[in-house]
T-cell receptor, first 115, second 112 residues
């Protein structure tokens, strides 16, 4: 089944404790992206990747890191999480290097709480 | 600045009634428009998209949307909603870049 998977689905952590949220897609998509969803703000892009070893900042990259060493994986790293990073996070992928016309496929989401 | 606006944060409606969810975008020469739906506790999935051609776009689950260039709008409609349509709906726009800009979402609540 074609899908985007994220782990963990739920995470409660404390300020400053490094964490990684994994994202994997099995559709051989070139483009991958991370969003955060907050009430009243919709989805905001954190980072995106056009292909392996190519990443770029989205609208809200502060406090986050990403890497794209393999085509299928795009982990999101919070080196020192803070309470303002409490949010619902979505990973997405699409076929081509640009997302202008392509459908994006979303993972199920990761609900992160930073105490 | 490039942006997309969803004017209604919540839309309550009774089952079998028609519904329209509004979406406006900032003007641009070239634009691609999308509606995504998020069912409770799930990720987003594509409902429909407008790339070019006919301004009336039909999507899944009986939804359709009309691209109106003069009013810079892309409103989503369904003639008769079901309880199962209860979800959050996001309008999104791409201005011919590698970026998708999402609106703030409209929560559709269908009552029996």
């Amino acid at each position: 089944e074609a899908q985007v998977t994220q782990n963990p689905r739920y995470l409660i952590t404390v300020t400053g404790k490094k964490l990684t949220v994994t994202c994997s897609q099995n559709m051989n998509h070139e483009y991958m992206s991370w969003y955060r969803q907050d009430p009243g703000l919709g989805l905001r892009q954190i980072y995106y990747s056009m292909n392996v070893e190519v990443t770029d900042k989205g609208d809200v990259p502060e406090g986050y890191k990403v890497s794209r060493k393999e085509k299928r994986n795009f982990p999101l790293i919070l080196e020192s999480p803070s309470p303002n990073q409490t949010s619902l996070y979505f990973c997405a992928s699409s076929l081509a290097g640009g997302s202008s016309t392509d459908t994006q496929y979303f993972g199920p989401g990761t609900r992160l709480t930073v105490l | 600045a490039q942006s997309v606006t969803q004017l209604d944060s919540q839309v309550p409606v009774f089952e079998e009634a028609p519904v329209e969810l509004r979406c406006n975008y900032s003007s641009s020469v070239s634009v691609y428009l999308f509606w995504y739906v998020q069912y409770p506790n799930q990720g987003l999935q594509l409902l429909l998209k407008y790339l070019s051609g006919s301004t009336l776009v039909k999507g899944i689950n009986g939804f359709e949307a009309e691209f109106n260039k003069s009013q810079t709008s892309f409103h989503l409609r369904k003639p008769s909603v079901h309880i199962s349509d209860t979800a959050e709906y996001f309008c999104a726009v791409s201005y011919n870049t590698d970026k998708l800009i999402f609106g703030t979402g409209t929560r559709l609540q269908v009552f029996p």
